[in-house]
């Protein structure tokens, strides 16, 4: 039976940018805290580095469940479409006024109570080099997204957009939609994902999906595969400098030359559960010529979250666009194209 092919470049890129315990620059930004700093910091006498981080790492519970949290991030990724294309773009007739460059901005507050219940508000720029021969502006879009235990609502806002205009005047109403997909939708995507990757890389993605609703195992695993530059402790946190080679990190199925070499972390994590609560990185990938910043700051919520604050309220004038109503239809290709059998429903292997 013949499989569709998998581009390993998305994959892996995501990994990248979001994956166990999001990278530090080797050059720390000016938002990356030093550990020896504070005042209430104290270096953990238990021998070396390596030594005392291996040992709270395995003081955790077996399990531990992401704690409700609230905080802030930024992303910003910038690059060359051509160099990332392999130069192809070099051959092509851009009008007057394209360019091959991107830049992306995002900024967002966070509250998690849940990975099924979380609320998110974001900011969103891009300046899309192909996109300037139409307008030299970038585009500027808000986003709402609430999931609520069953279904995730996303709630654009294209009051910024230079083509507002152009949307309305389609009057095809996009511009009125609230995206929704069901988590029973993304638990499907995951399954599919998961029976579609082969080899040693199916292997990494189920052990990442576990270290995403583990934190304590994602301790466990970088205590074991990743080299302890520094190790102390600042209150309830666990404050680490770690060294990771990426080639050796991710499986062969999903090298990328360029993108794969040693790389300098900066983590804080709580030191109950092992969630990562501070985060900071700098990733610079000349060949692919992309550049991205990553800054996440977490703190644990003291008291639940309000009543209804994880509702969706459809505000007037918005239509709903189920998304799972084509989702399911790709996922079942999927499927049949890679030869799984459909999910039994009675069992829970994932870890979501």
Same mark, same amino acid.
């Given at each position: ?8 470049k ?65 992303f ?8 990332m ?36 508000? &974001?900011? *969103?720029?891009?300046?899309? /080099? $192909? #996109? ?5 502006n970038?585009?500027?879009? %808000?986003?709402? =997204? ?52 082969p ?15 583990n ?38 199925? &999903?090298? *990328?030359?360029?993108?794969? /070499? $040693? #790389? ?9 559960? %092992?969630?990562? =609560?501070?985060?900071a ?37 918005r ?34």
């Amino acid at each position: 039976m013949n499989t569709r092919p998998i581009s390993w470049k998305p994959i892996a890129l995501c990994a990248l940018a979001f994956g166990a315990c999001q990278a530090t620059p080797k050059t720390k930004p000016a938002a990356v805290r030093d550990a020896d700093s504070s005042a209430t910091t104290q270096q953990d006498p238990a021998g070396s580095a390596a030594e005392a981080f291996h040992a709270w790492a395995y003081s955790l519970p077996v399990g531990t469940a992401v704690p409700p949290m609230t905080g802030t991030m930024s992303f910003h990724m910038k690059g060359d479409l051509a160099k990332m294309g392999g130069n192809e773009w070099d051959s092509l007739e851009l009008p007057i006024g394209a360019e091959p460059t991107f830049e992306m901005k995002f900024r967002g507050a966070l509250e998690i109570e849940s990975w099924t219940r979380l609320r998110a508000q &974001m900011d *969103m720029v891009m300046d899309i /080099g $192909p #996109l300037r021969a139409q307008n030299p502006n970038p585009v500027e879009v %808000g986003l709402l =997204l609430i999931a609520d235990g069953e279904t995730i609502w996303i709630e654009p806002d294209w009051s910024k957009a230079w083509f507002l205009d152009q949307l309305e005047g389609q009057a095809t109403g996009f511009e009125r939609l609230v995206f929704t997909i069901g988590t029973g939708t993304v638990r499907g995507i995951l399954e599919v994902a998961a029976g579609a990757i082969p080899g040693e890389a199916a292997e990494w993605y189920r052990k990442s999906l576990e270290c995403a609703s583990n934190p304590a195992r994602l301790a466990r695993l970088l205590s074991d595969h990743v080299t302890v530059d520094t190790f102390a402790r600042r209150g309830q946190r666990i404050v680490t400098d770690l060294t990771m080679d990426m080639s050796e990190w991710f499986p062969q199925e &999903m090298s *990328m030359p360029g993108f794969m /070499g $040693p #790389l300098s972390y900066r983590c804080e994590f709580d030191a109950s559960s %092992g969630v990562v =609560l501070y985060t900071a990185y700098t990733m610079d990938f000349p060949v692919e010529g992309m550049t991205m910043e990553f800054l996440q700051e977490m703190q644990l919520v003291t008291k639940p979250f309000a009543e209804g604050r994880f509702v969706y309220e459809l505000p007037k004038g918005r239509q709903v666009f189920p998304v799972d109503l084509f989702v399911h239809p790709l996922l079942q290709g999927i499927r049949m194209e890679s030869g799984q059998t459909p999910p039994d429903q009675t069992v829970d292997d994932l870890p979501f």
